[in-house]
Structures are given as structure tokens and as C-alpha cells.
């Protein structure tokens, strides 16, 4: 190469591990070092001191990252080496939840990120 880095960009699908109850999830929330469609590229460490500072807290689970659509809860967050790993419950009696839950069983992905190597 002549000195100049060059991009490669990769889809990387965003996956769910379904959980034995009803409206239990848990995957990756982010994943580090990939470039997302915003331009940005999340560091190792970036959640820690947020994950301490909310520990024991009830936080919820957004529809879209709305603020007024909560749809469920976080029951645990946890940053490891690939990224923000998240386990959560969705209120199945909320009309948005059960729509979550129907897009998770067609395997719909709703977030892509991009590997800037």
C-alpha cells in the first residue's frame, strides 16, 4: 500500500438469543470498534461507569430509543470484550412489545454496523 489506510466496510448482523420466558431476550446492545451508520465507532470501556453508576437501578427498555415508549425493562447489563451485552423483558401486555416480540420471531434486523478495518 502506498501509506494511505484504506476502508473497508462489512455488515455485521445484529443477533437475539432467545431466553426460555416469553418476552426474555438478551444480545449485544453495541459492539465495539465497528463503524456504524453514523460515523461513529464505540471504545472498549465506553459503558463501565455507567453500568456502575446504574447498578441496582430499574432501568427501561425503549421502543427506537423513544424516552416516552418504554416497552419493557433491562434486567441486566454487563460490557465484556465484544461489547455491551444486554438481557431484558418486554411488558407482552404493552401493544409495542408484542410487536417487538412478532419482528424477533421474522428474525427482522433493525440495527447494521459497519466494520471499518
Not at 465495539?32 to 447498578?55: T, Y
Not at 437501578?57 to 465484544?82: A, F, M, V
Amino acid at each position: 500500500m502506498n501509506g494511505s489506510h484504506q476502508k473497508r466496510r462489512h455488515q455485521v448482523p445484529f443477533s437475539l438469543k432467545a431466553a426460555p420466558d416469553v418476552g426474555v431476550f438478551s444480545g449485544y446492545a453495541a459492539v465495539f470498534n465497528l463503524l456504524d451508520e453514523g460515523g461513529d465507532v464505540i471504545a472498549p470501556g465506553s459503558f463501565q461507569n455507567s453500568i456502575k453508576s446504574l447498578a441496582g437501578k430499574s432501568l427501561p427498555l425503549l421502543w427506537q430509543h423513544q424516552p416516552h415508549e418504554p416497552i419493557g425493562n433491562i434486567l441486566s447489563l454487563k460490557e465484556d470484550h465484544h461489547g455491551l451485552y444486554v438481557k431484558a423483558r418486554l411488558a407482552l401486555s404493552l401493544a409495542r412489545a408484542r410487536e417487538a416480540t412478532h419482528l424477533r420471531s421474522l428474525e427482522v434486523k433493525t440495527c447494521r454496523r459497519r466494520n471499518n478495518i
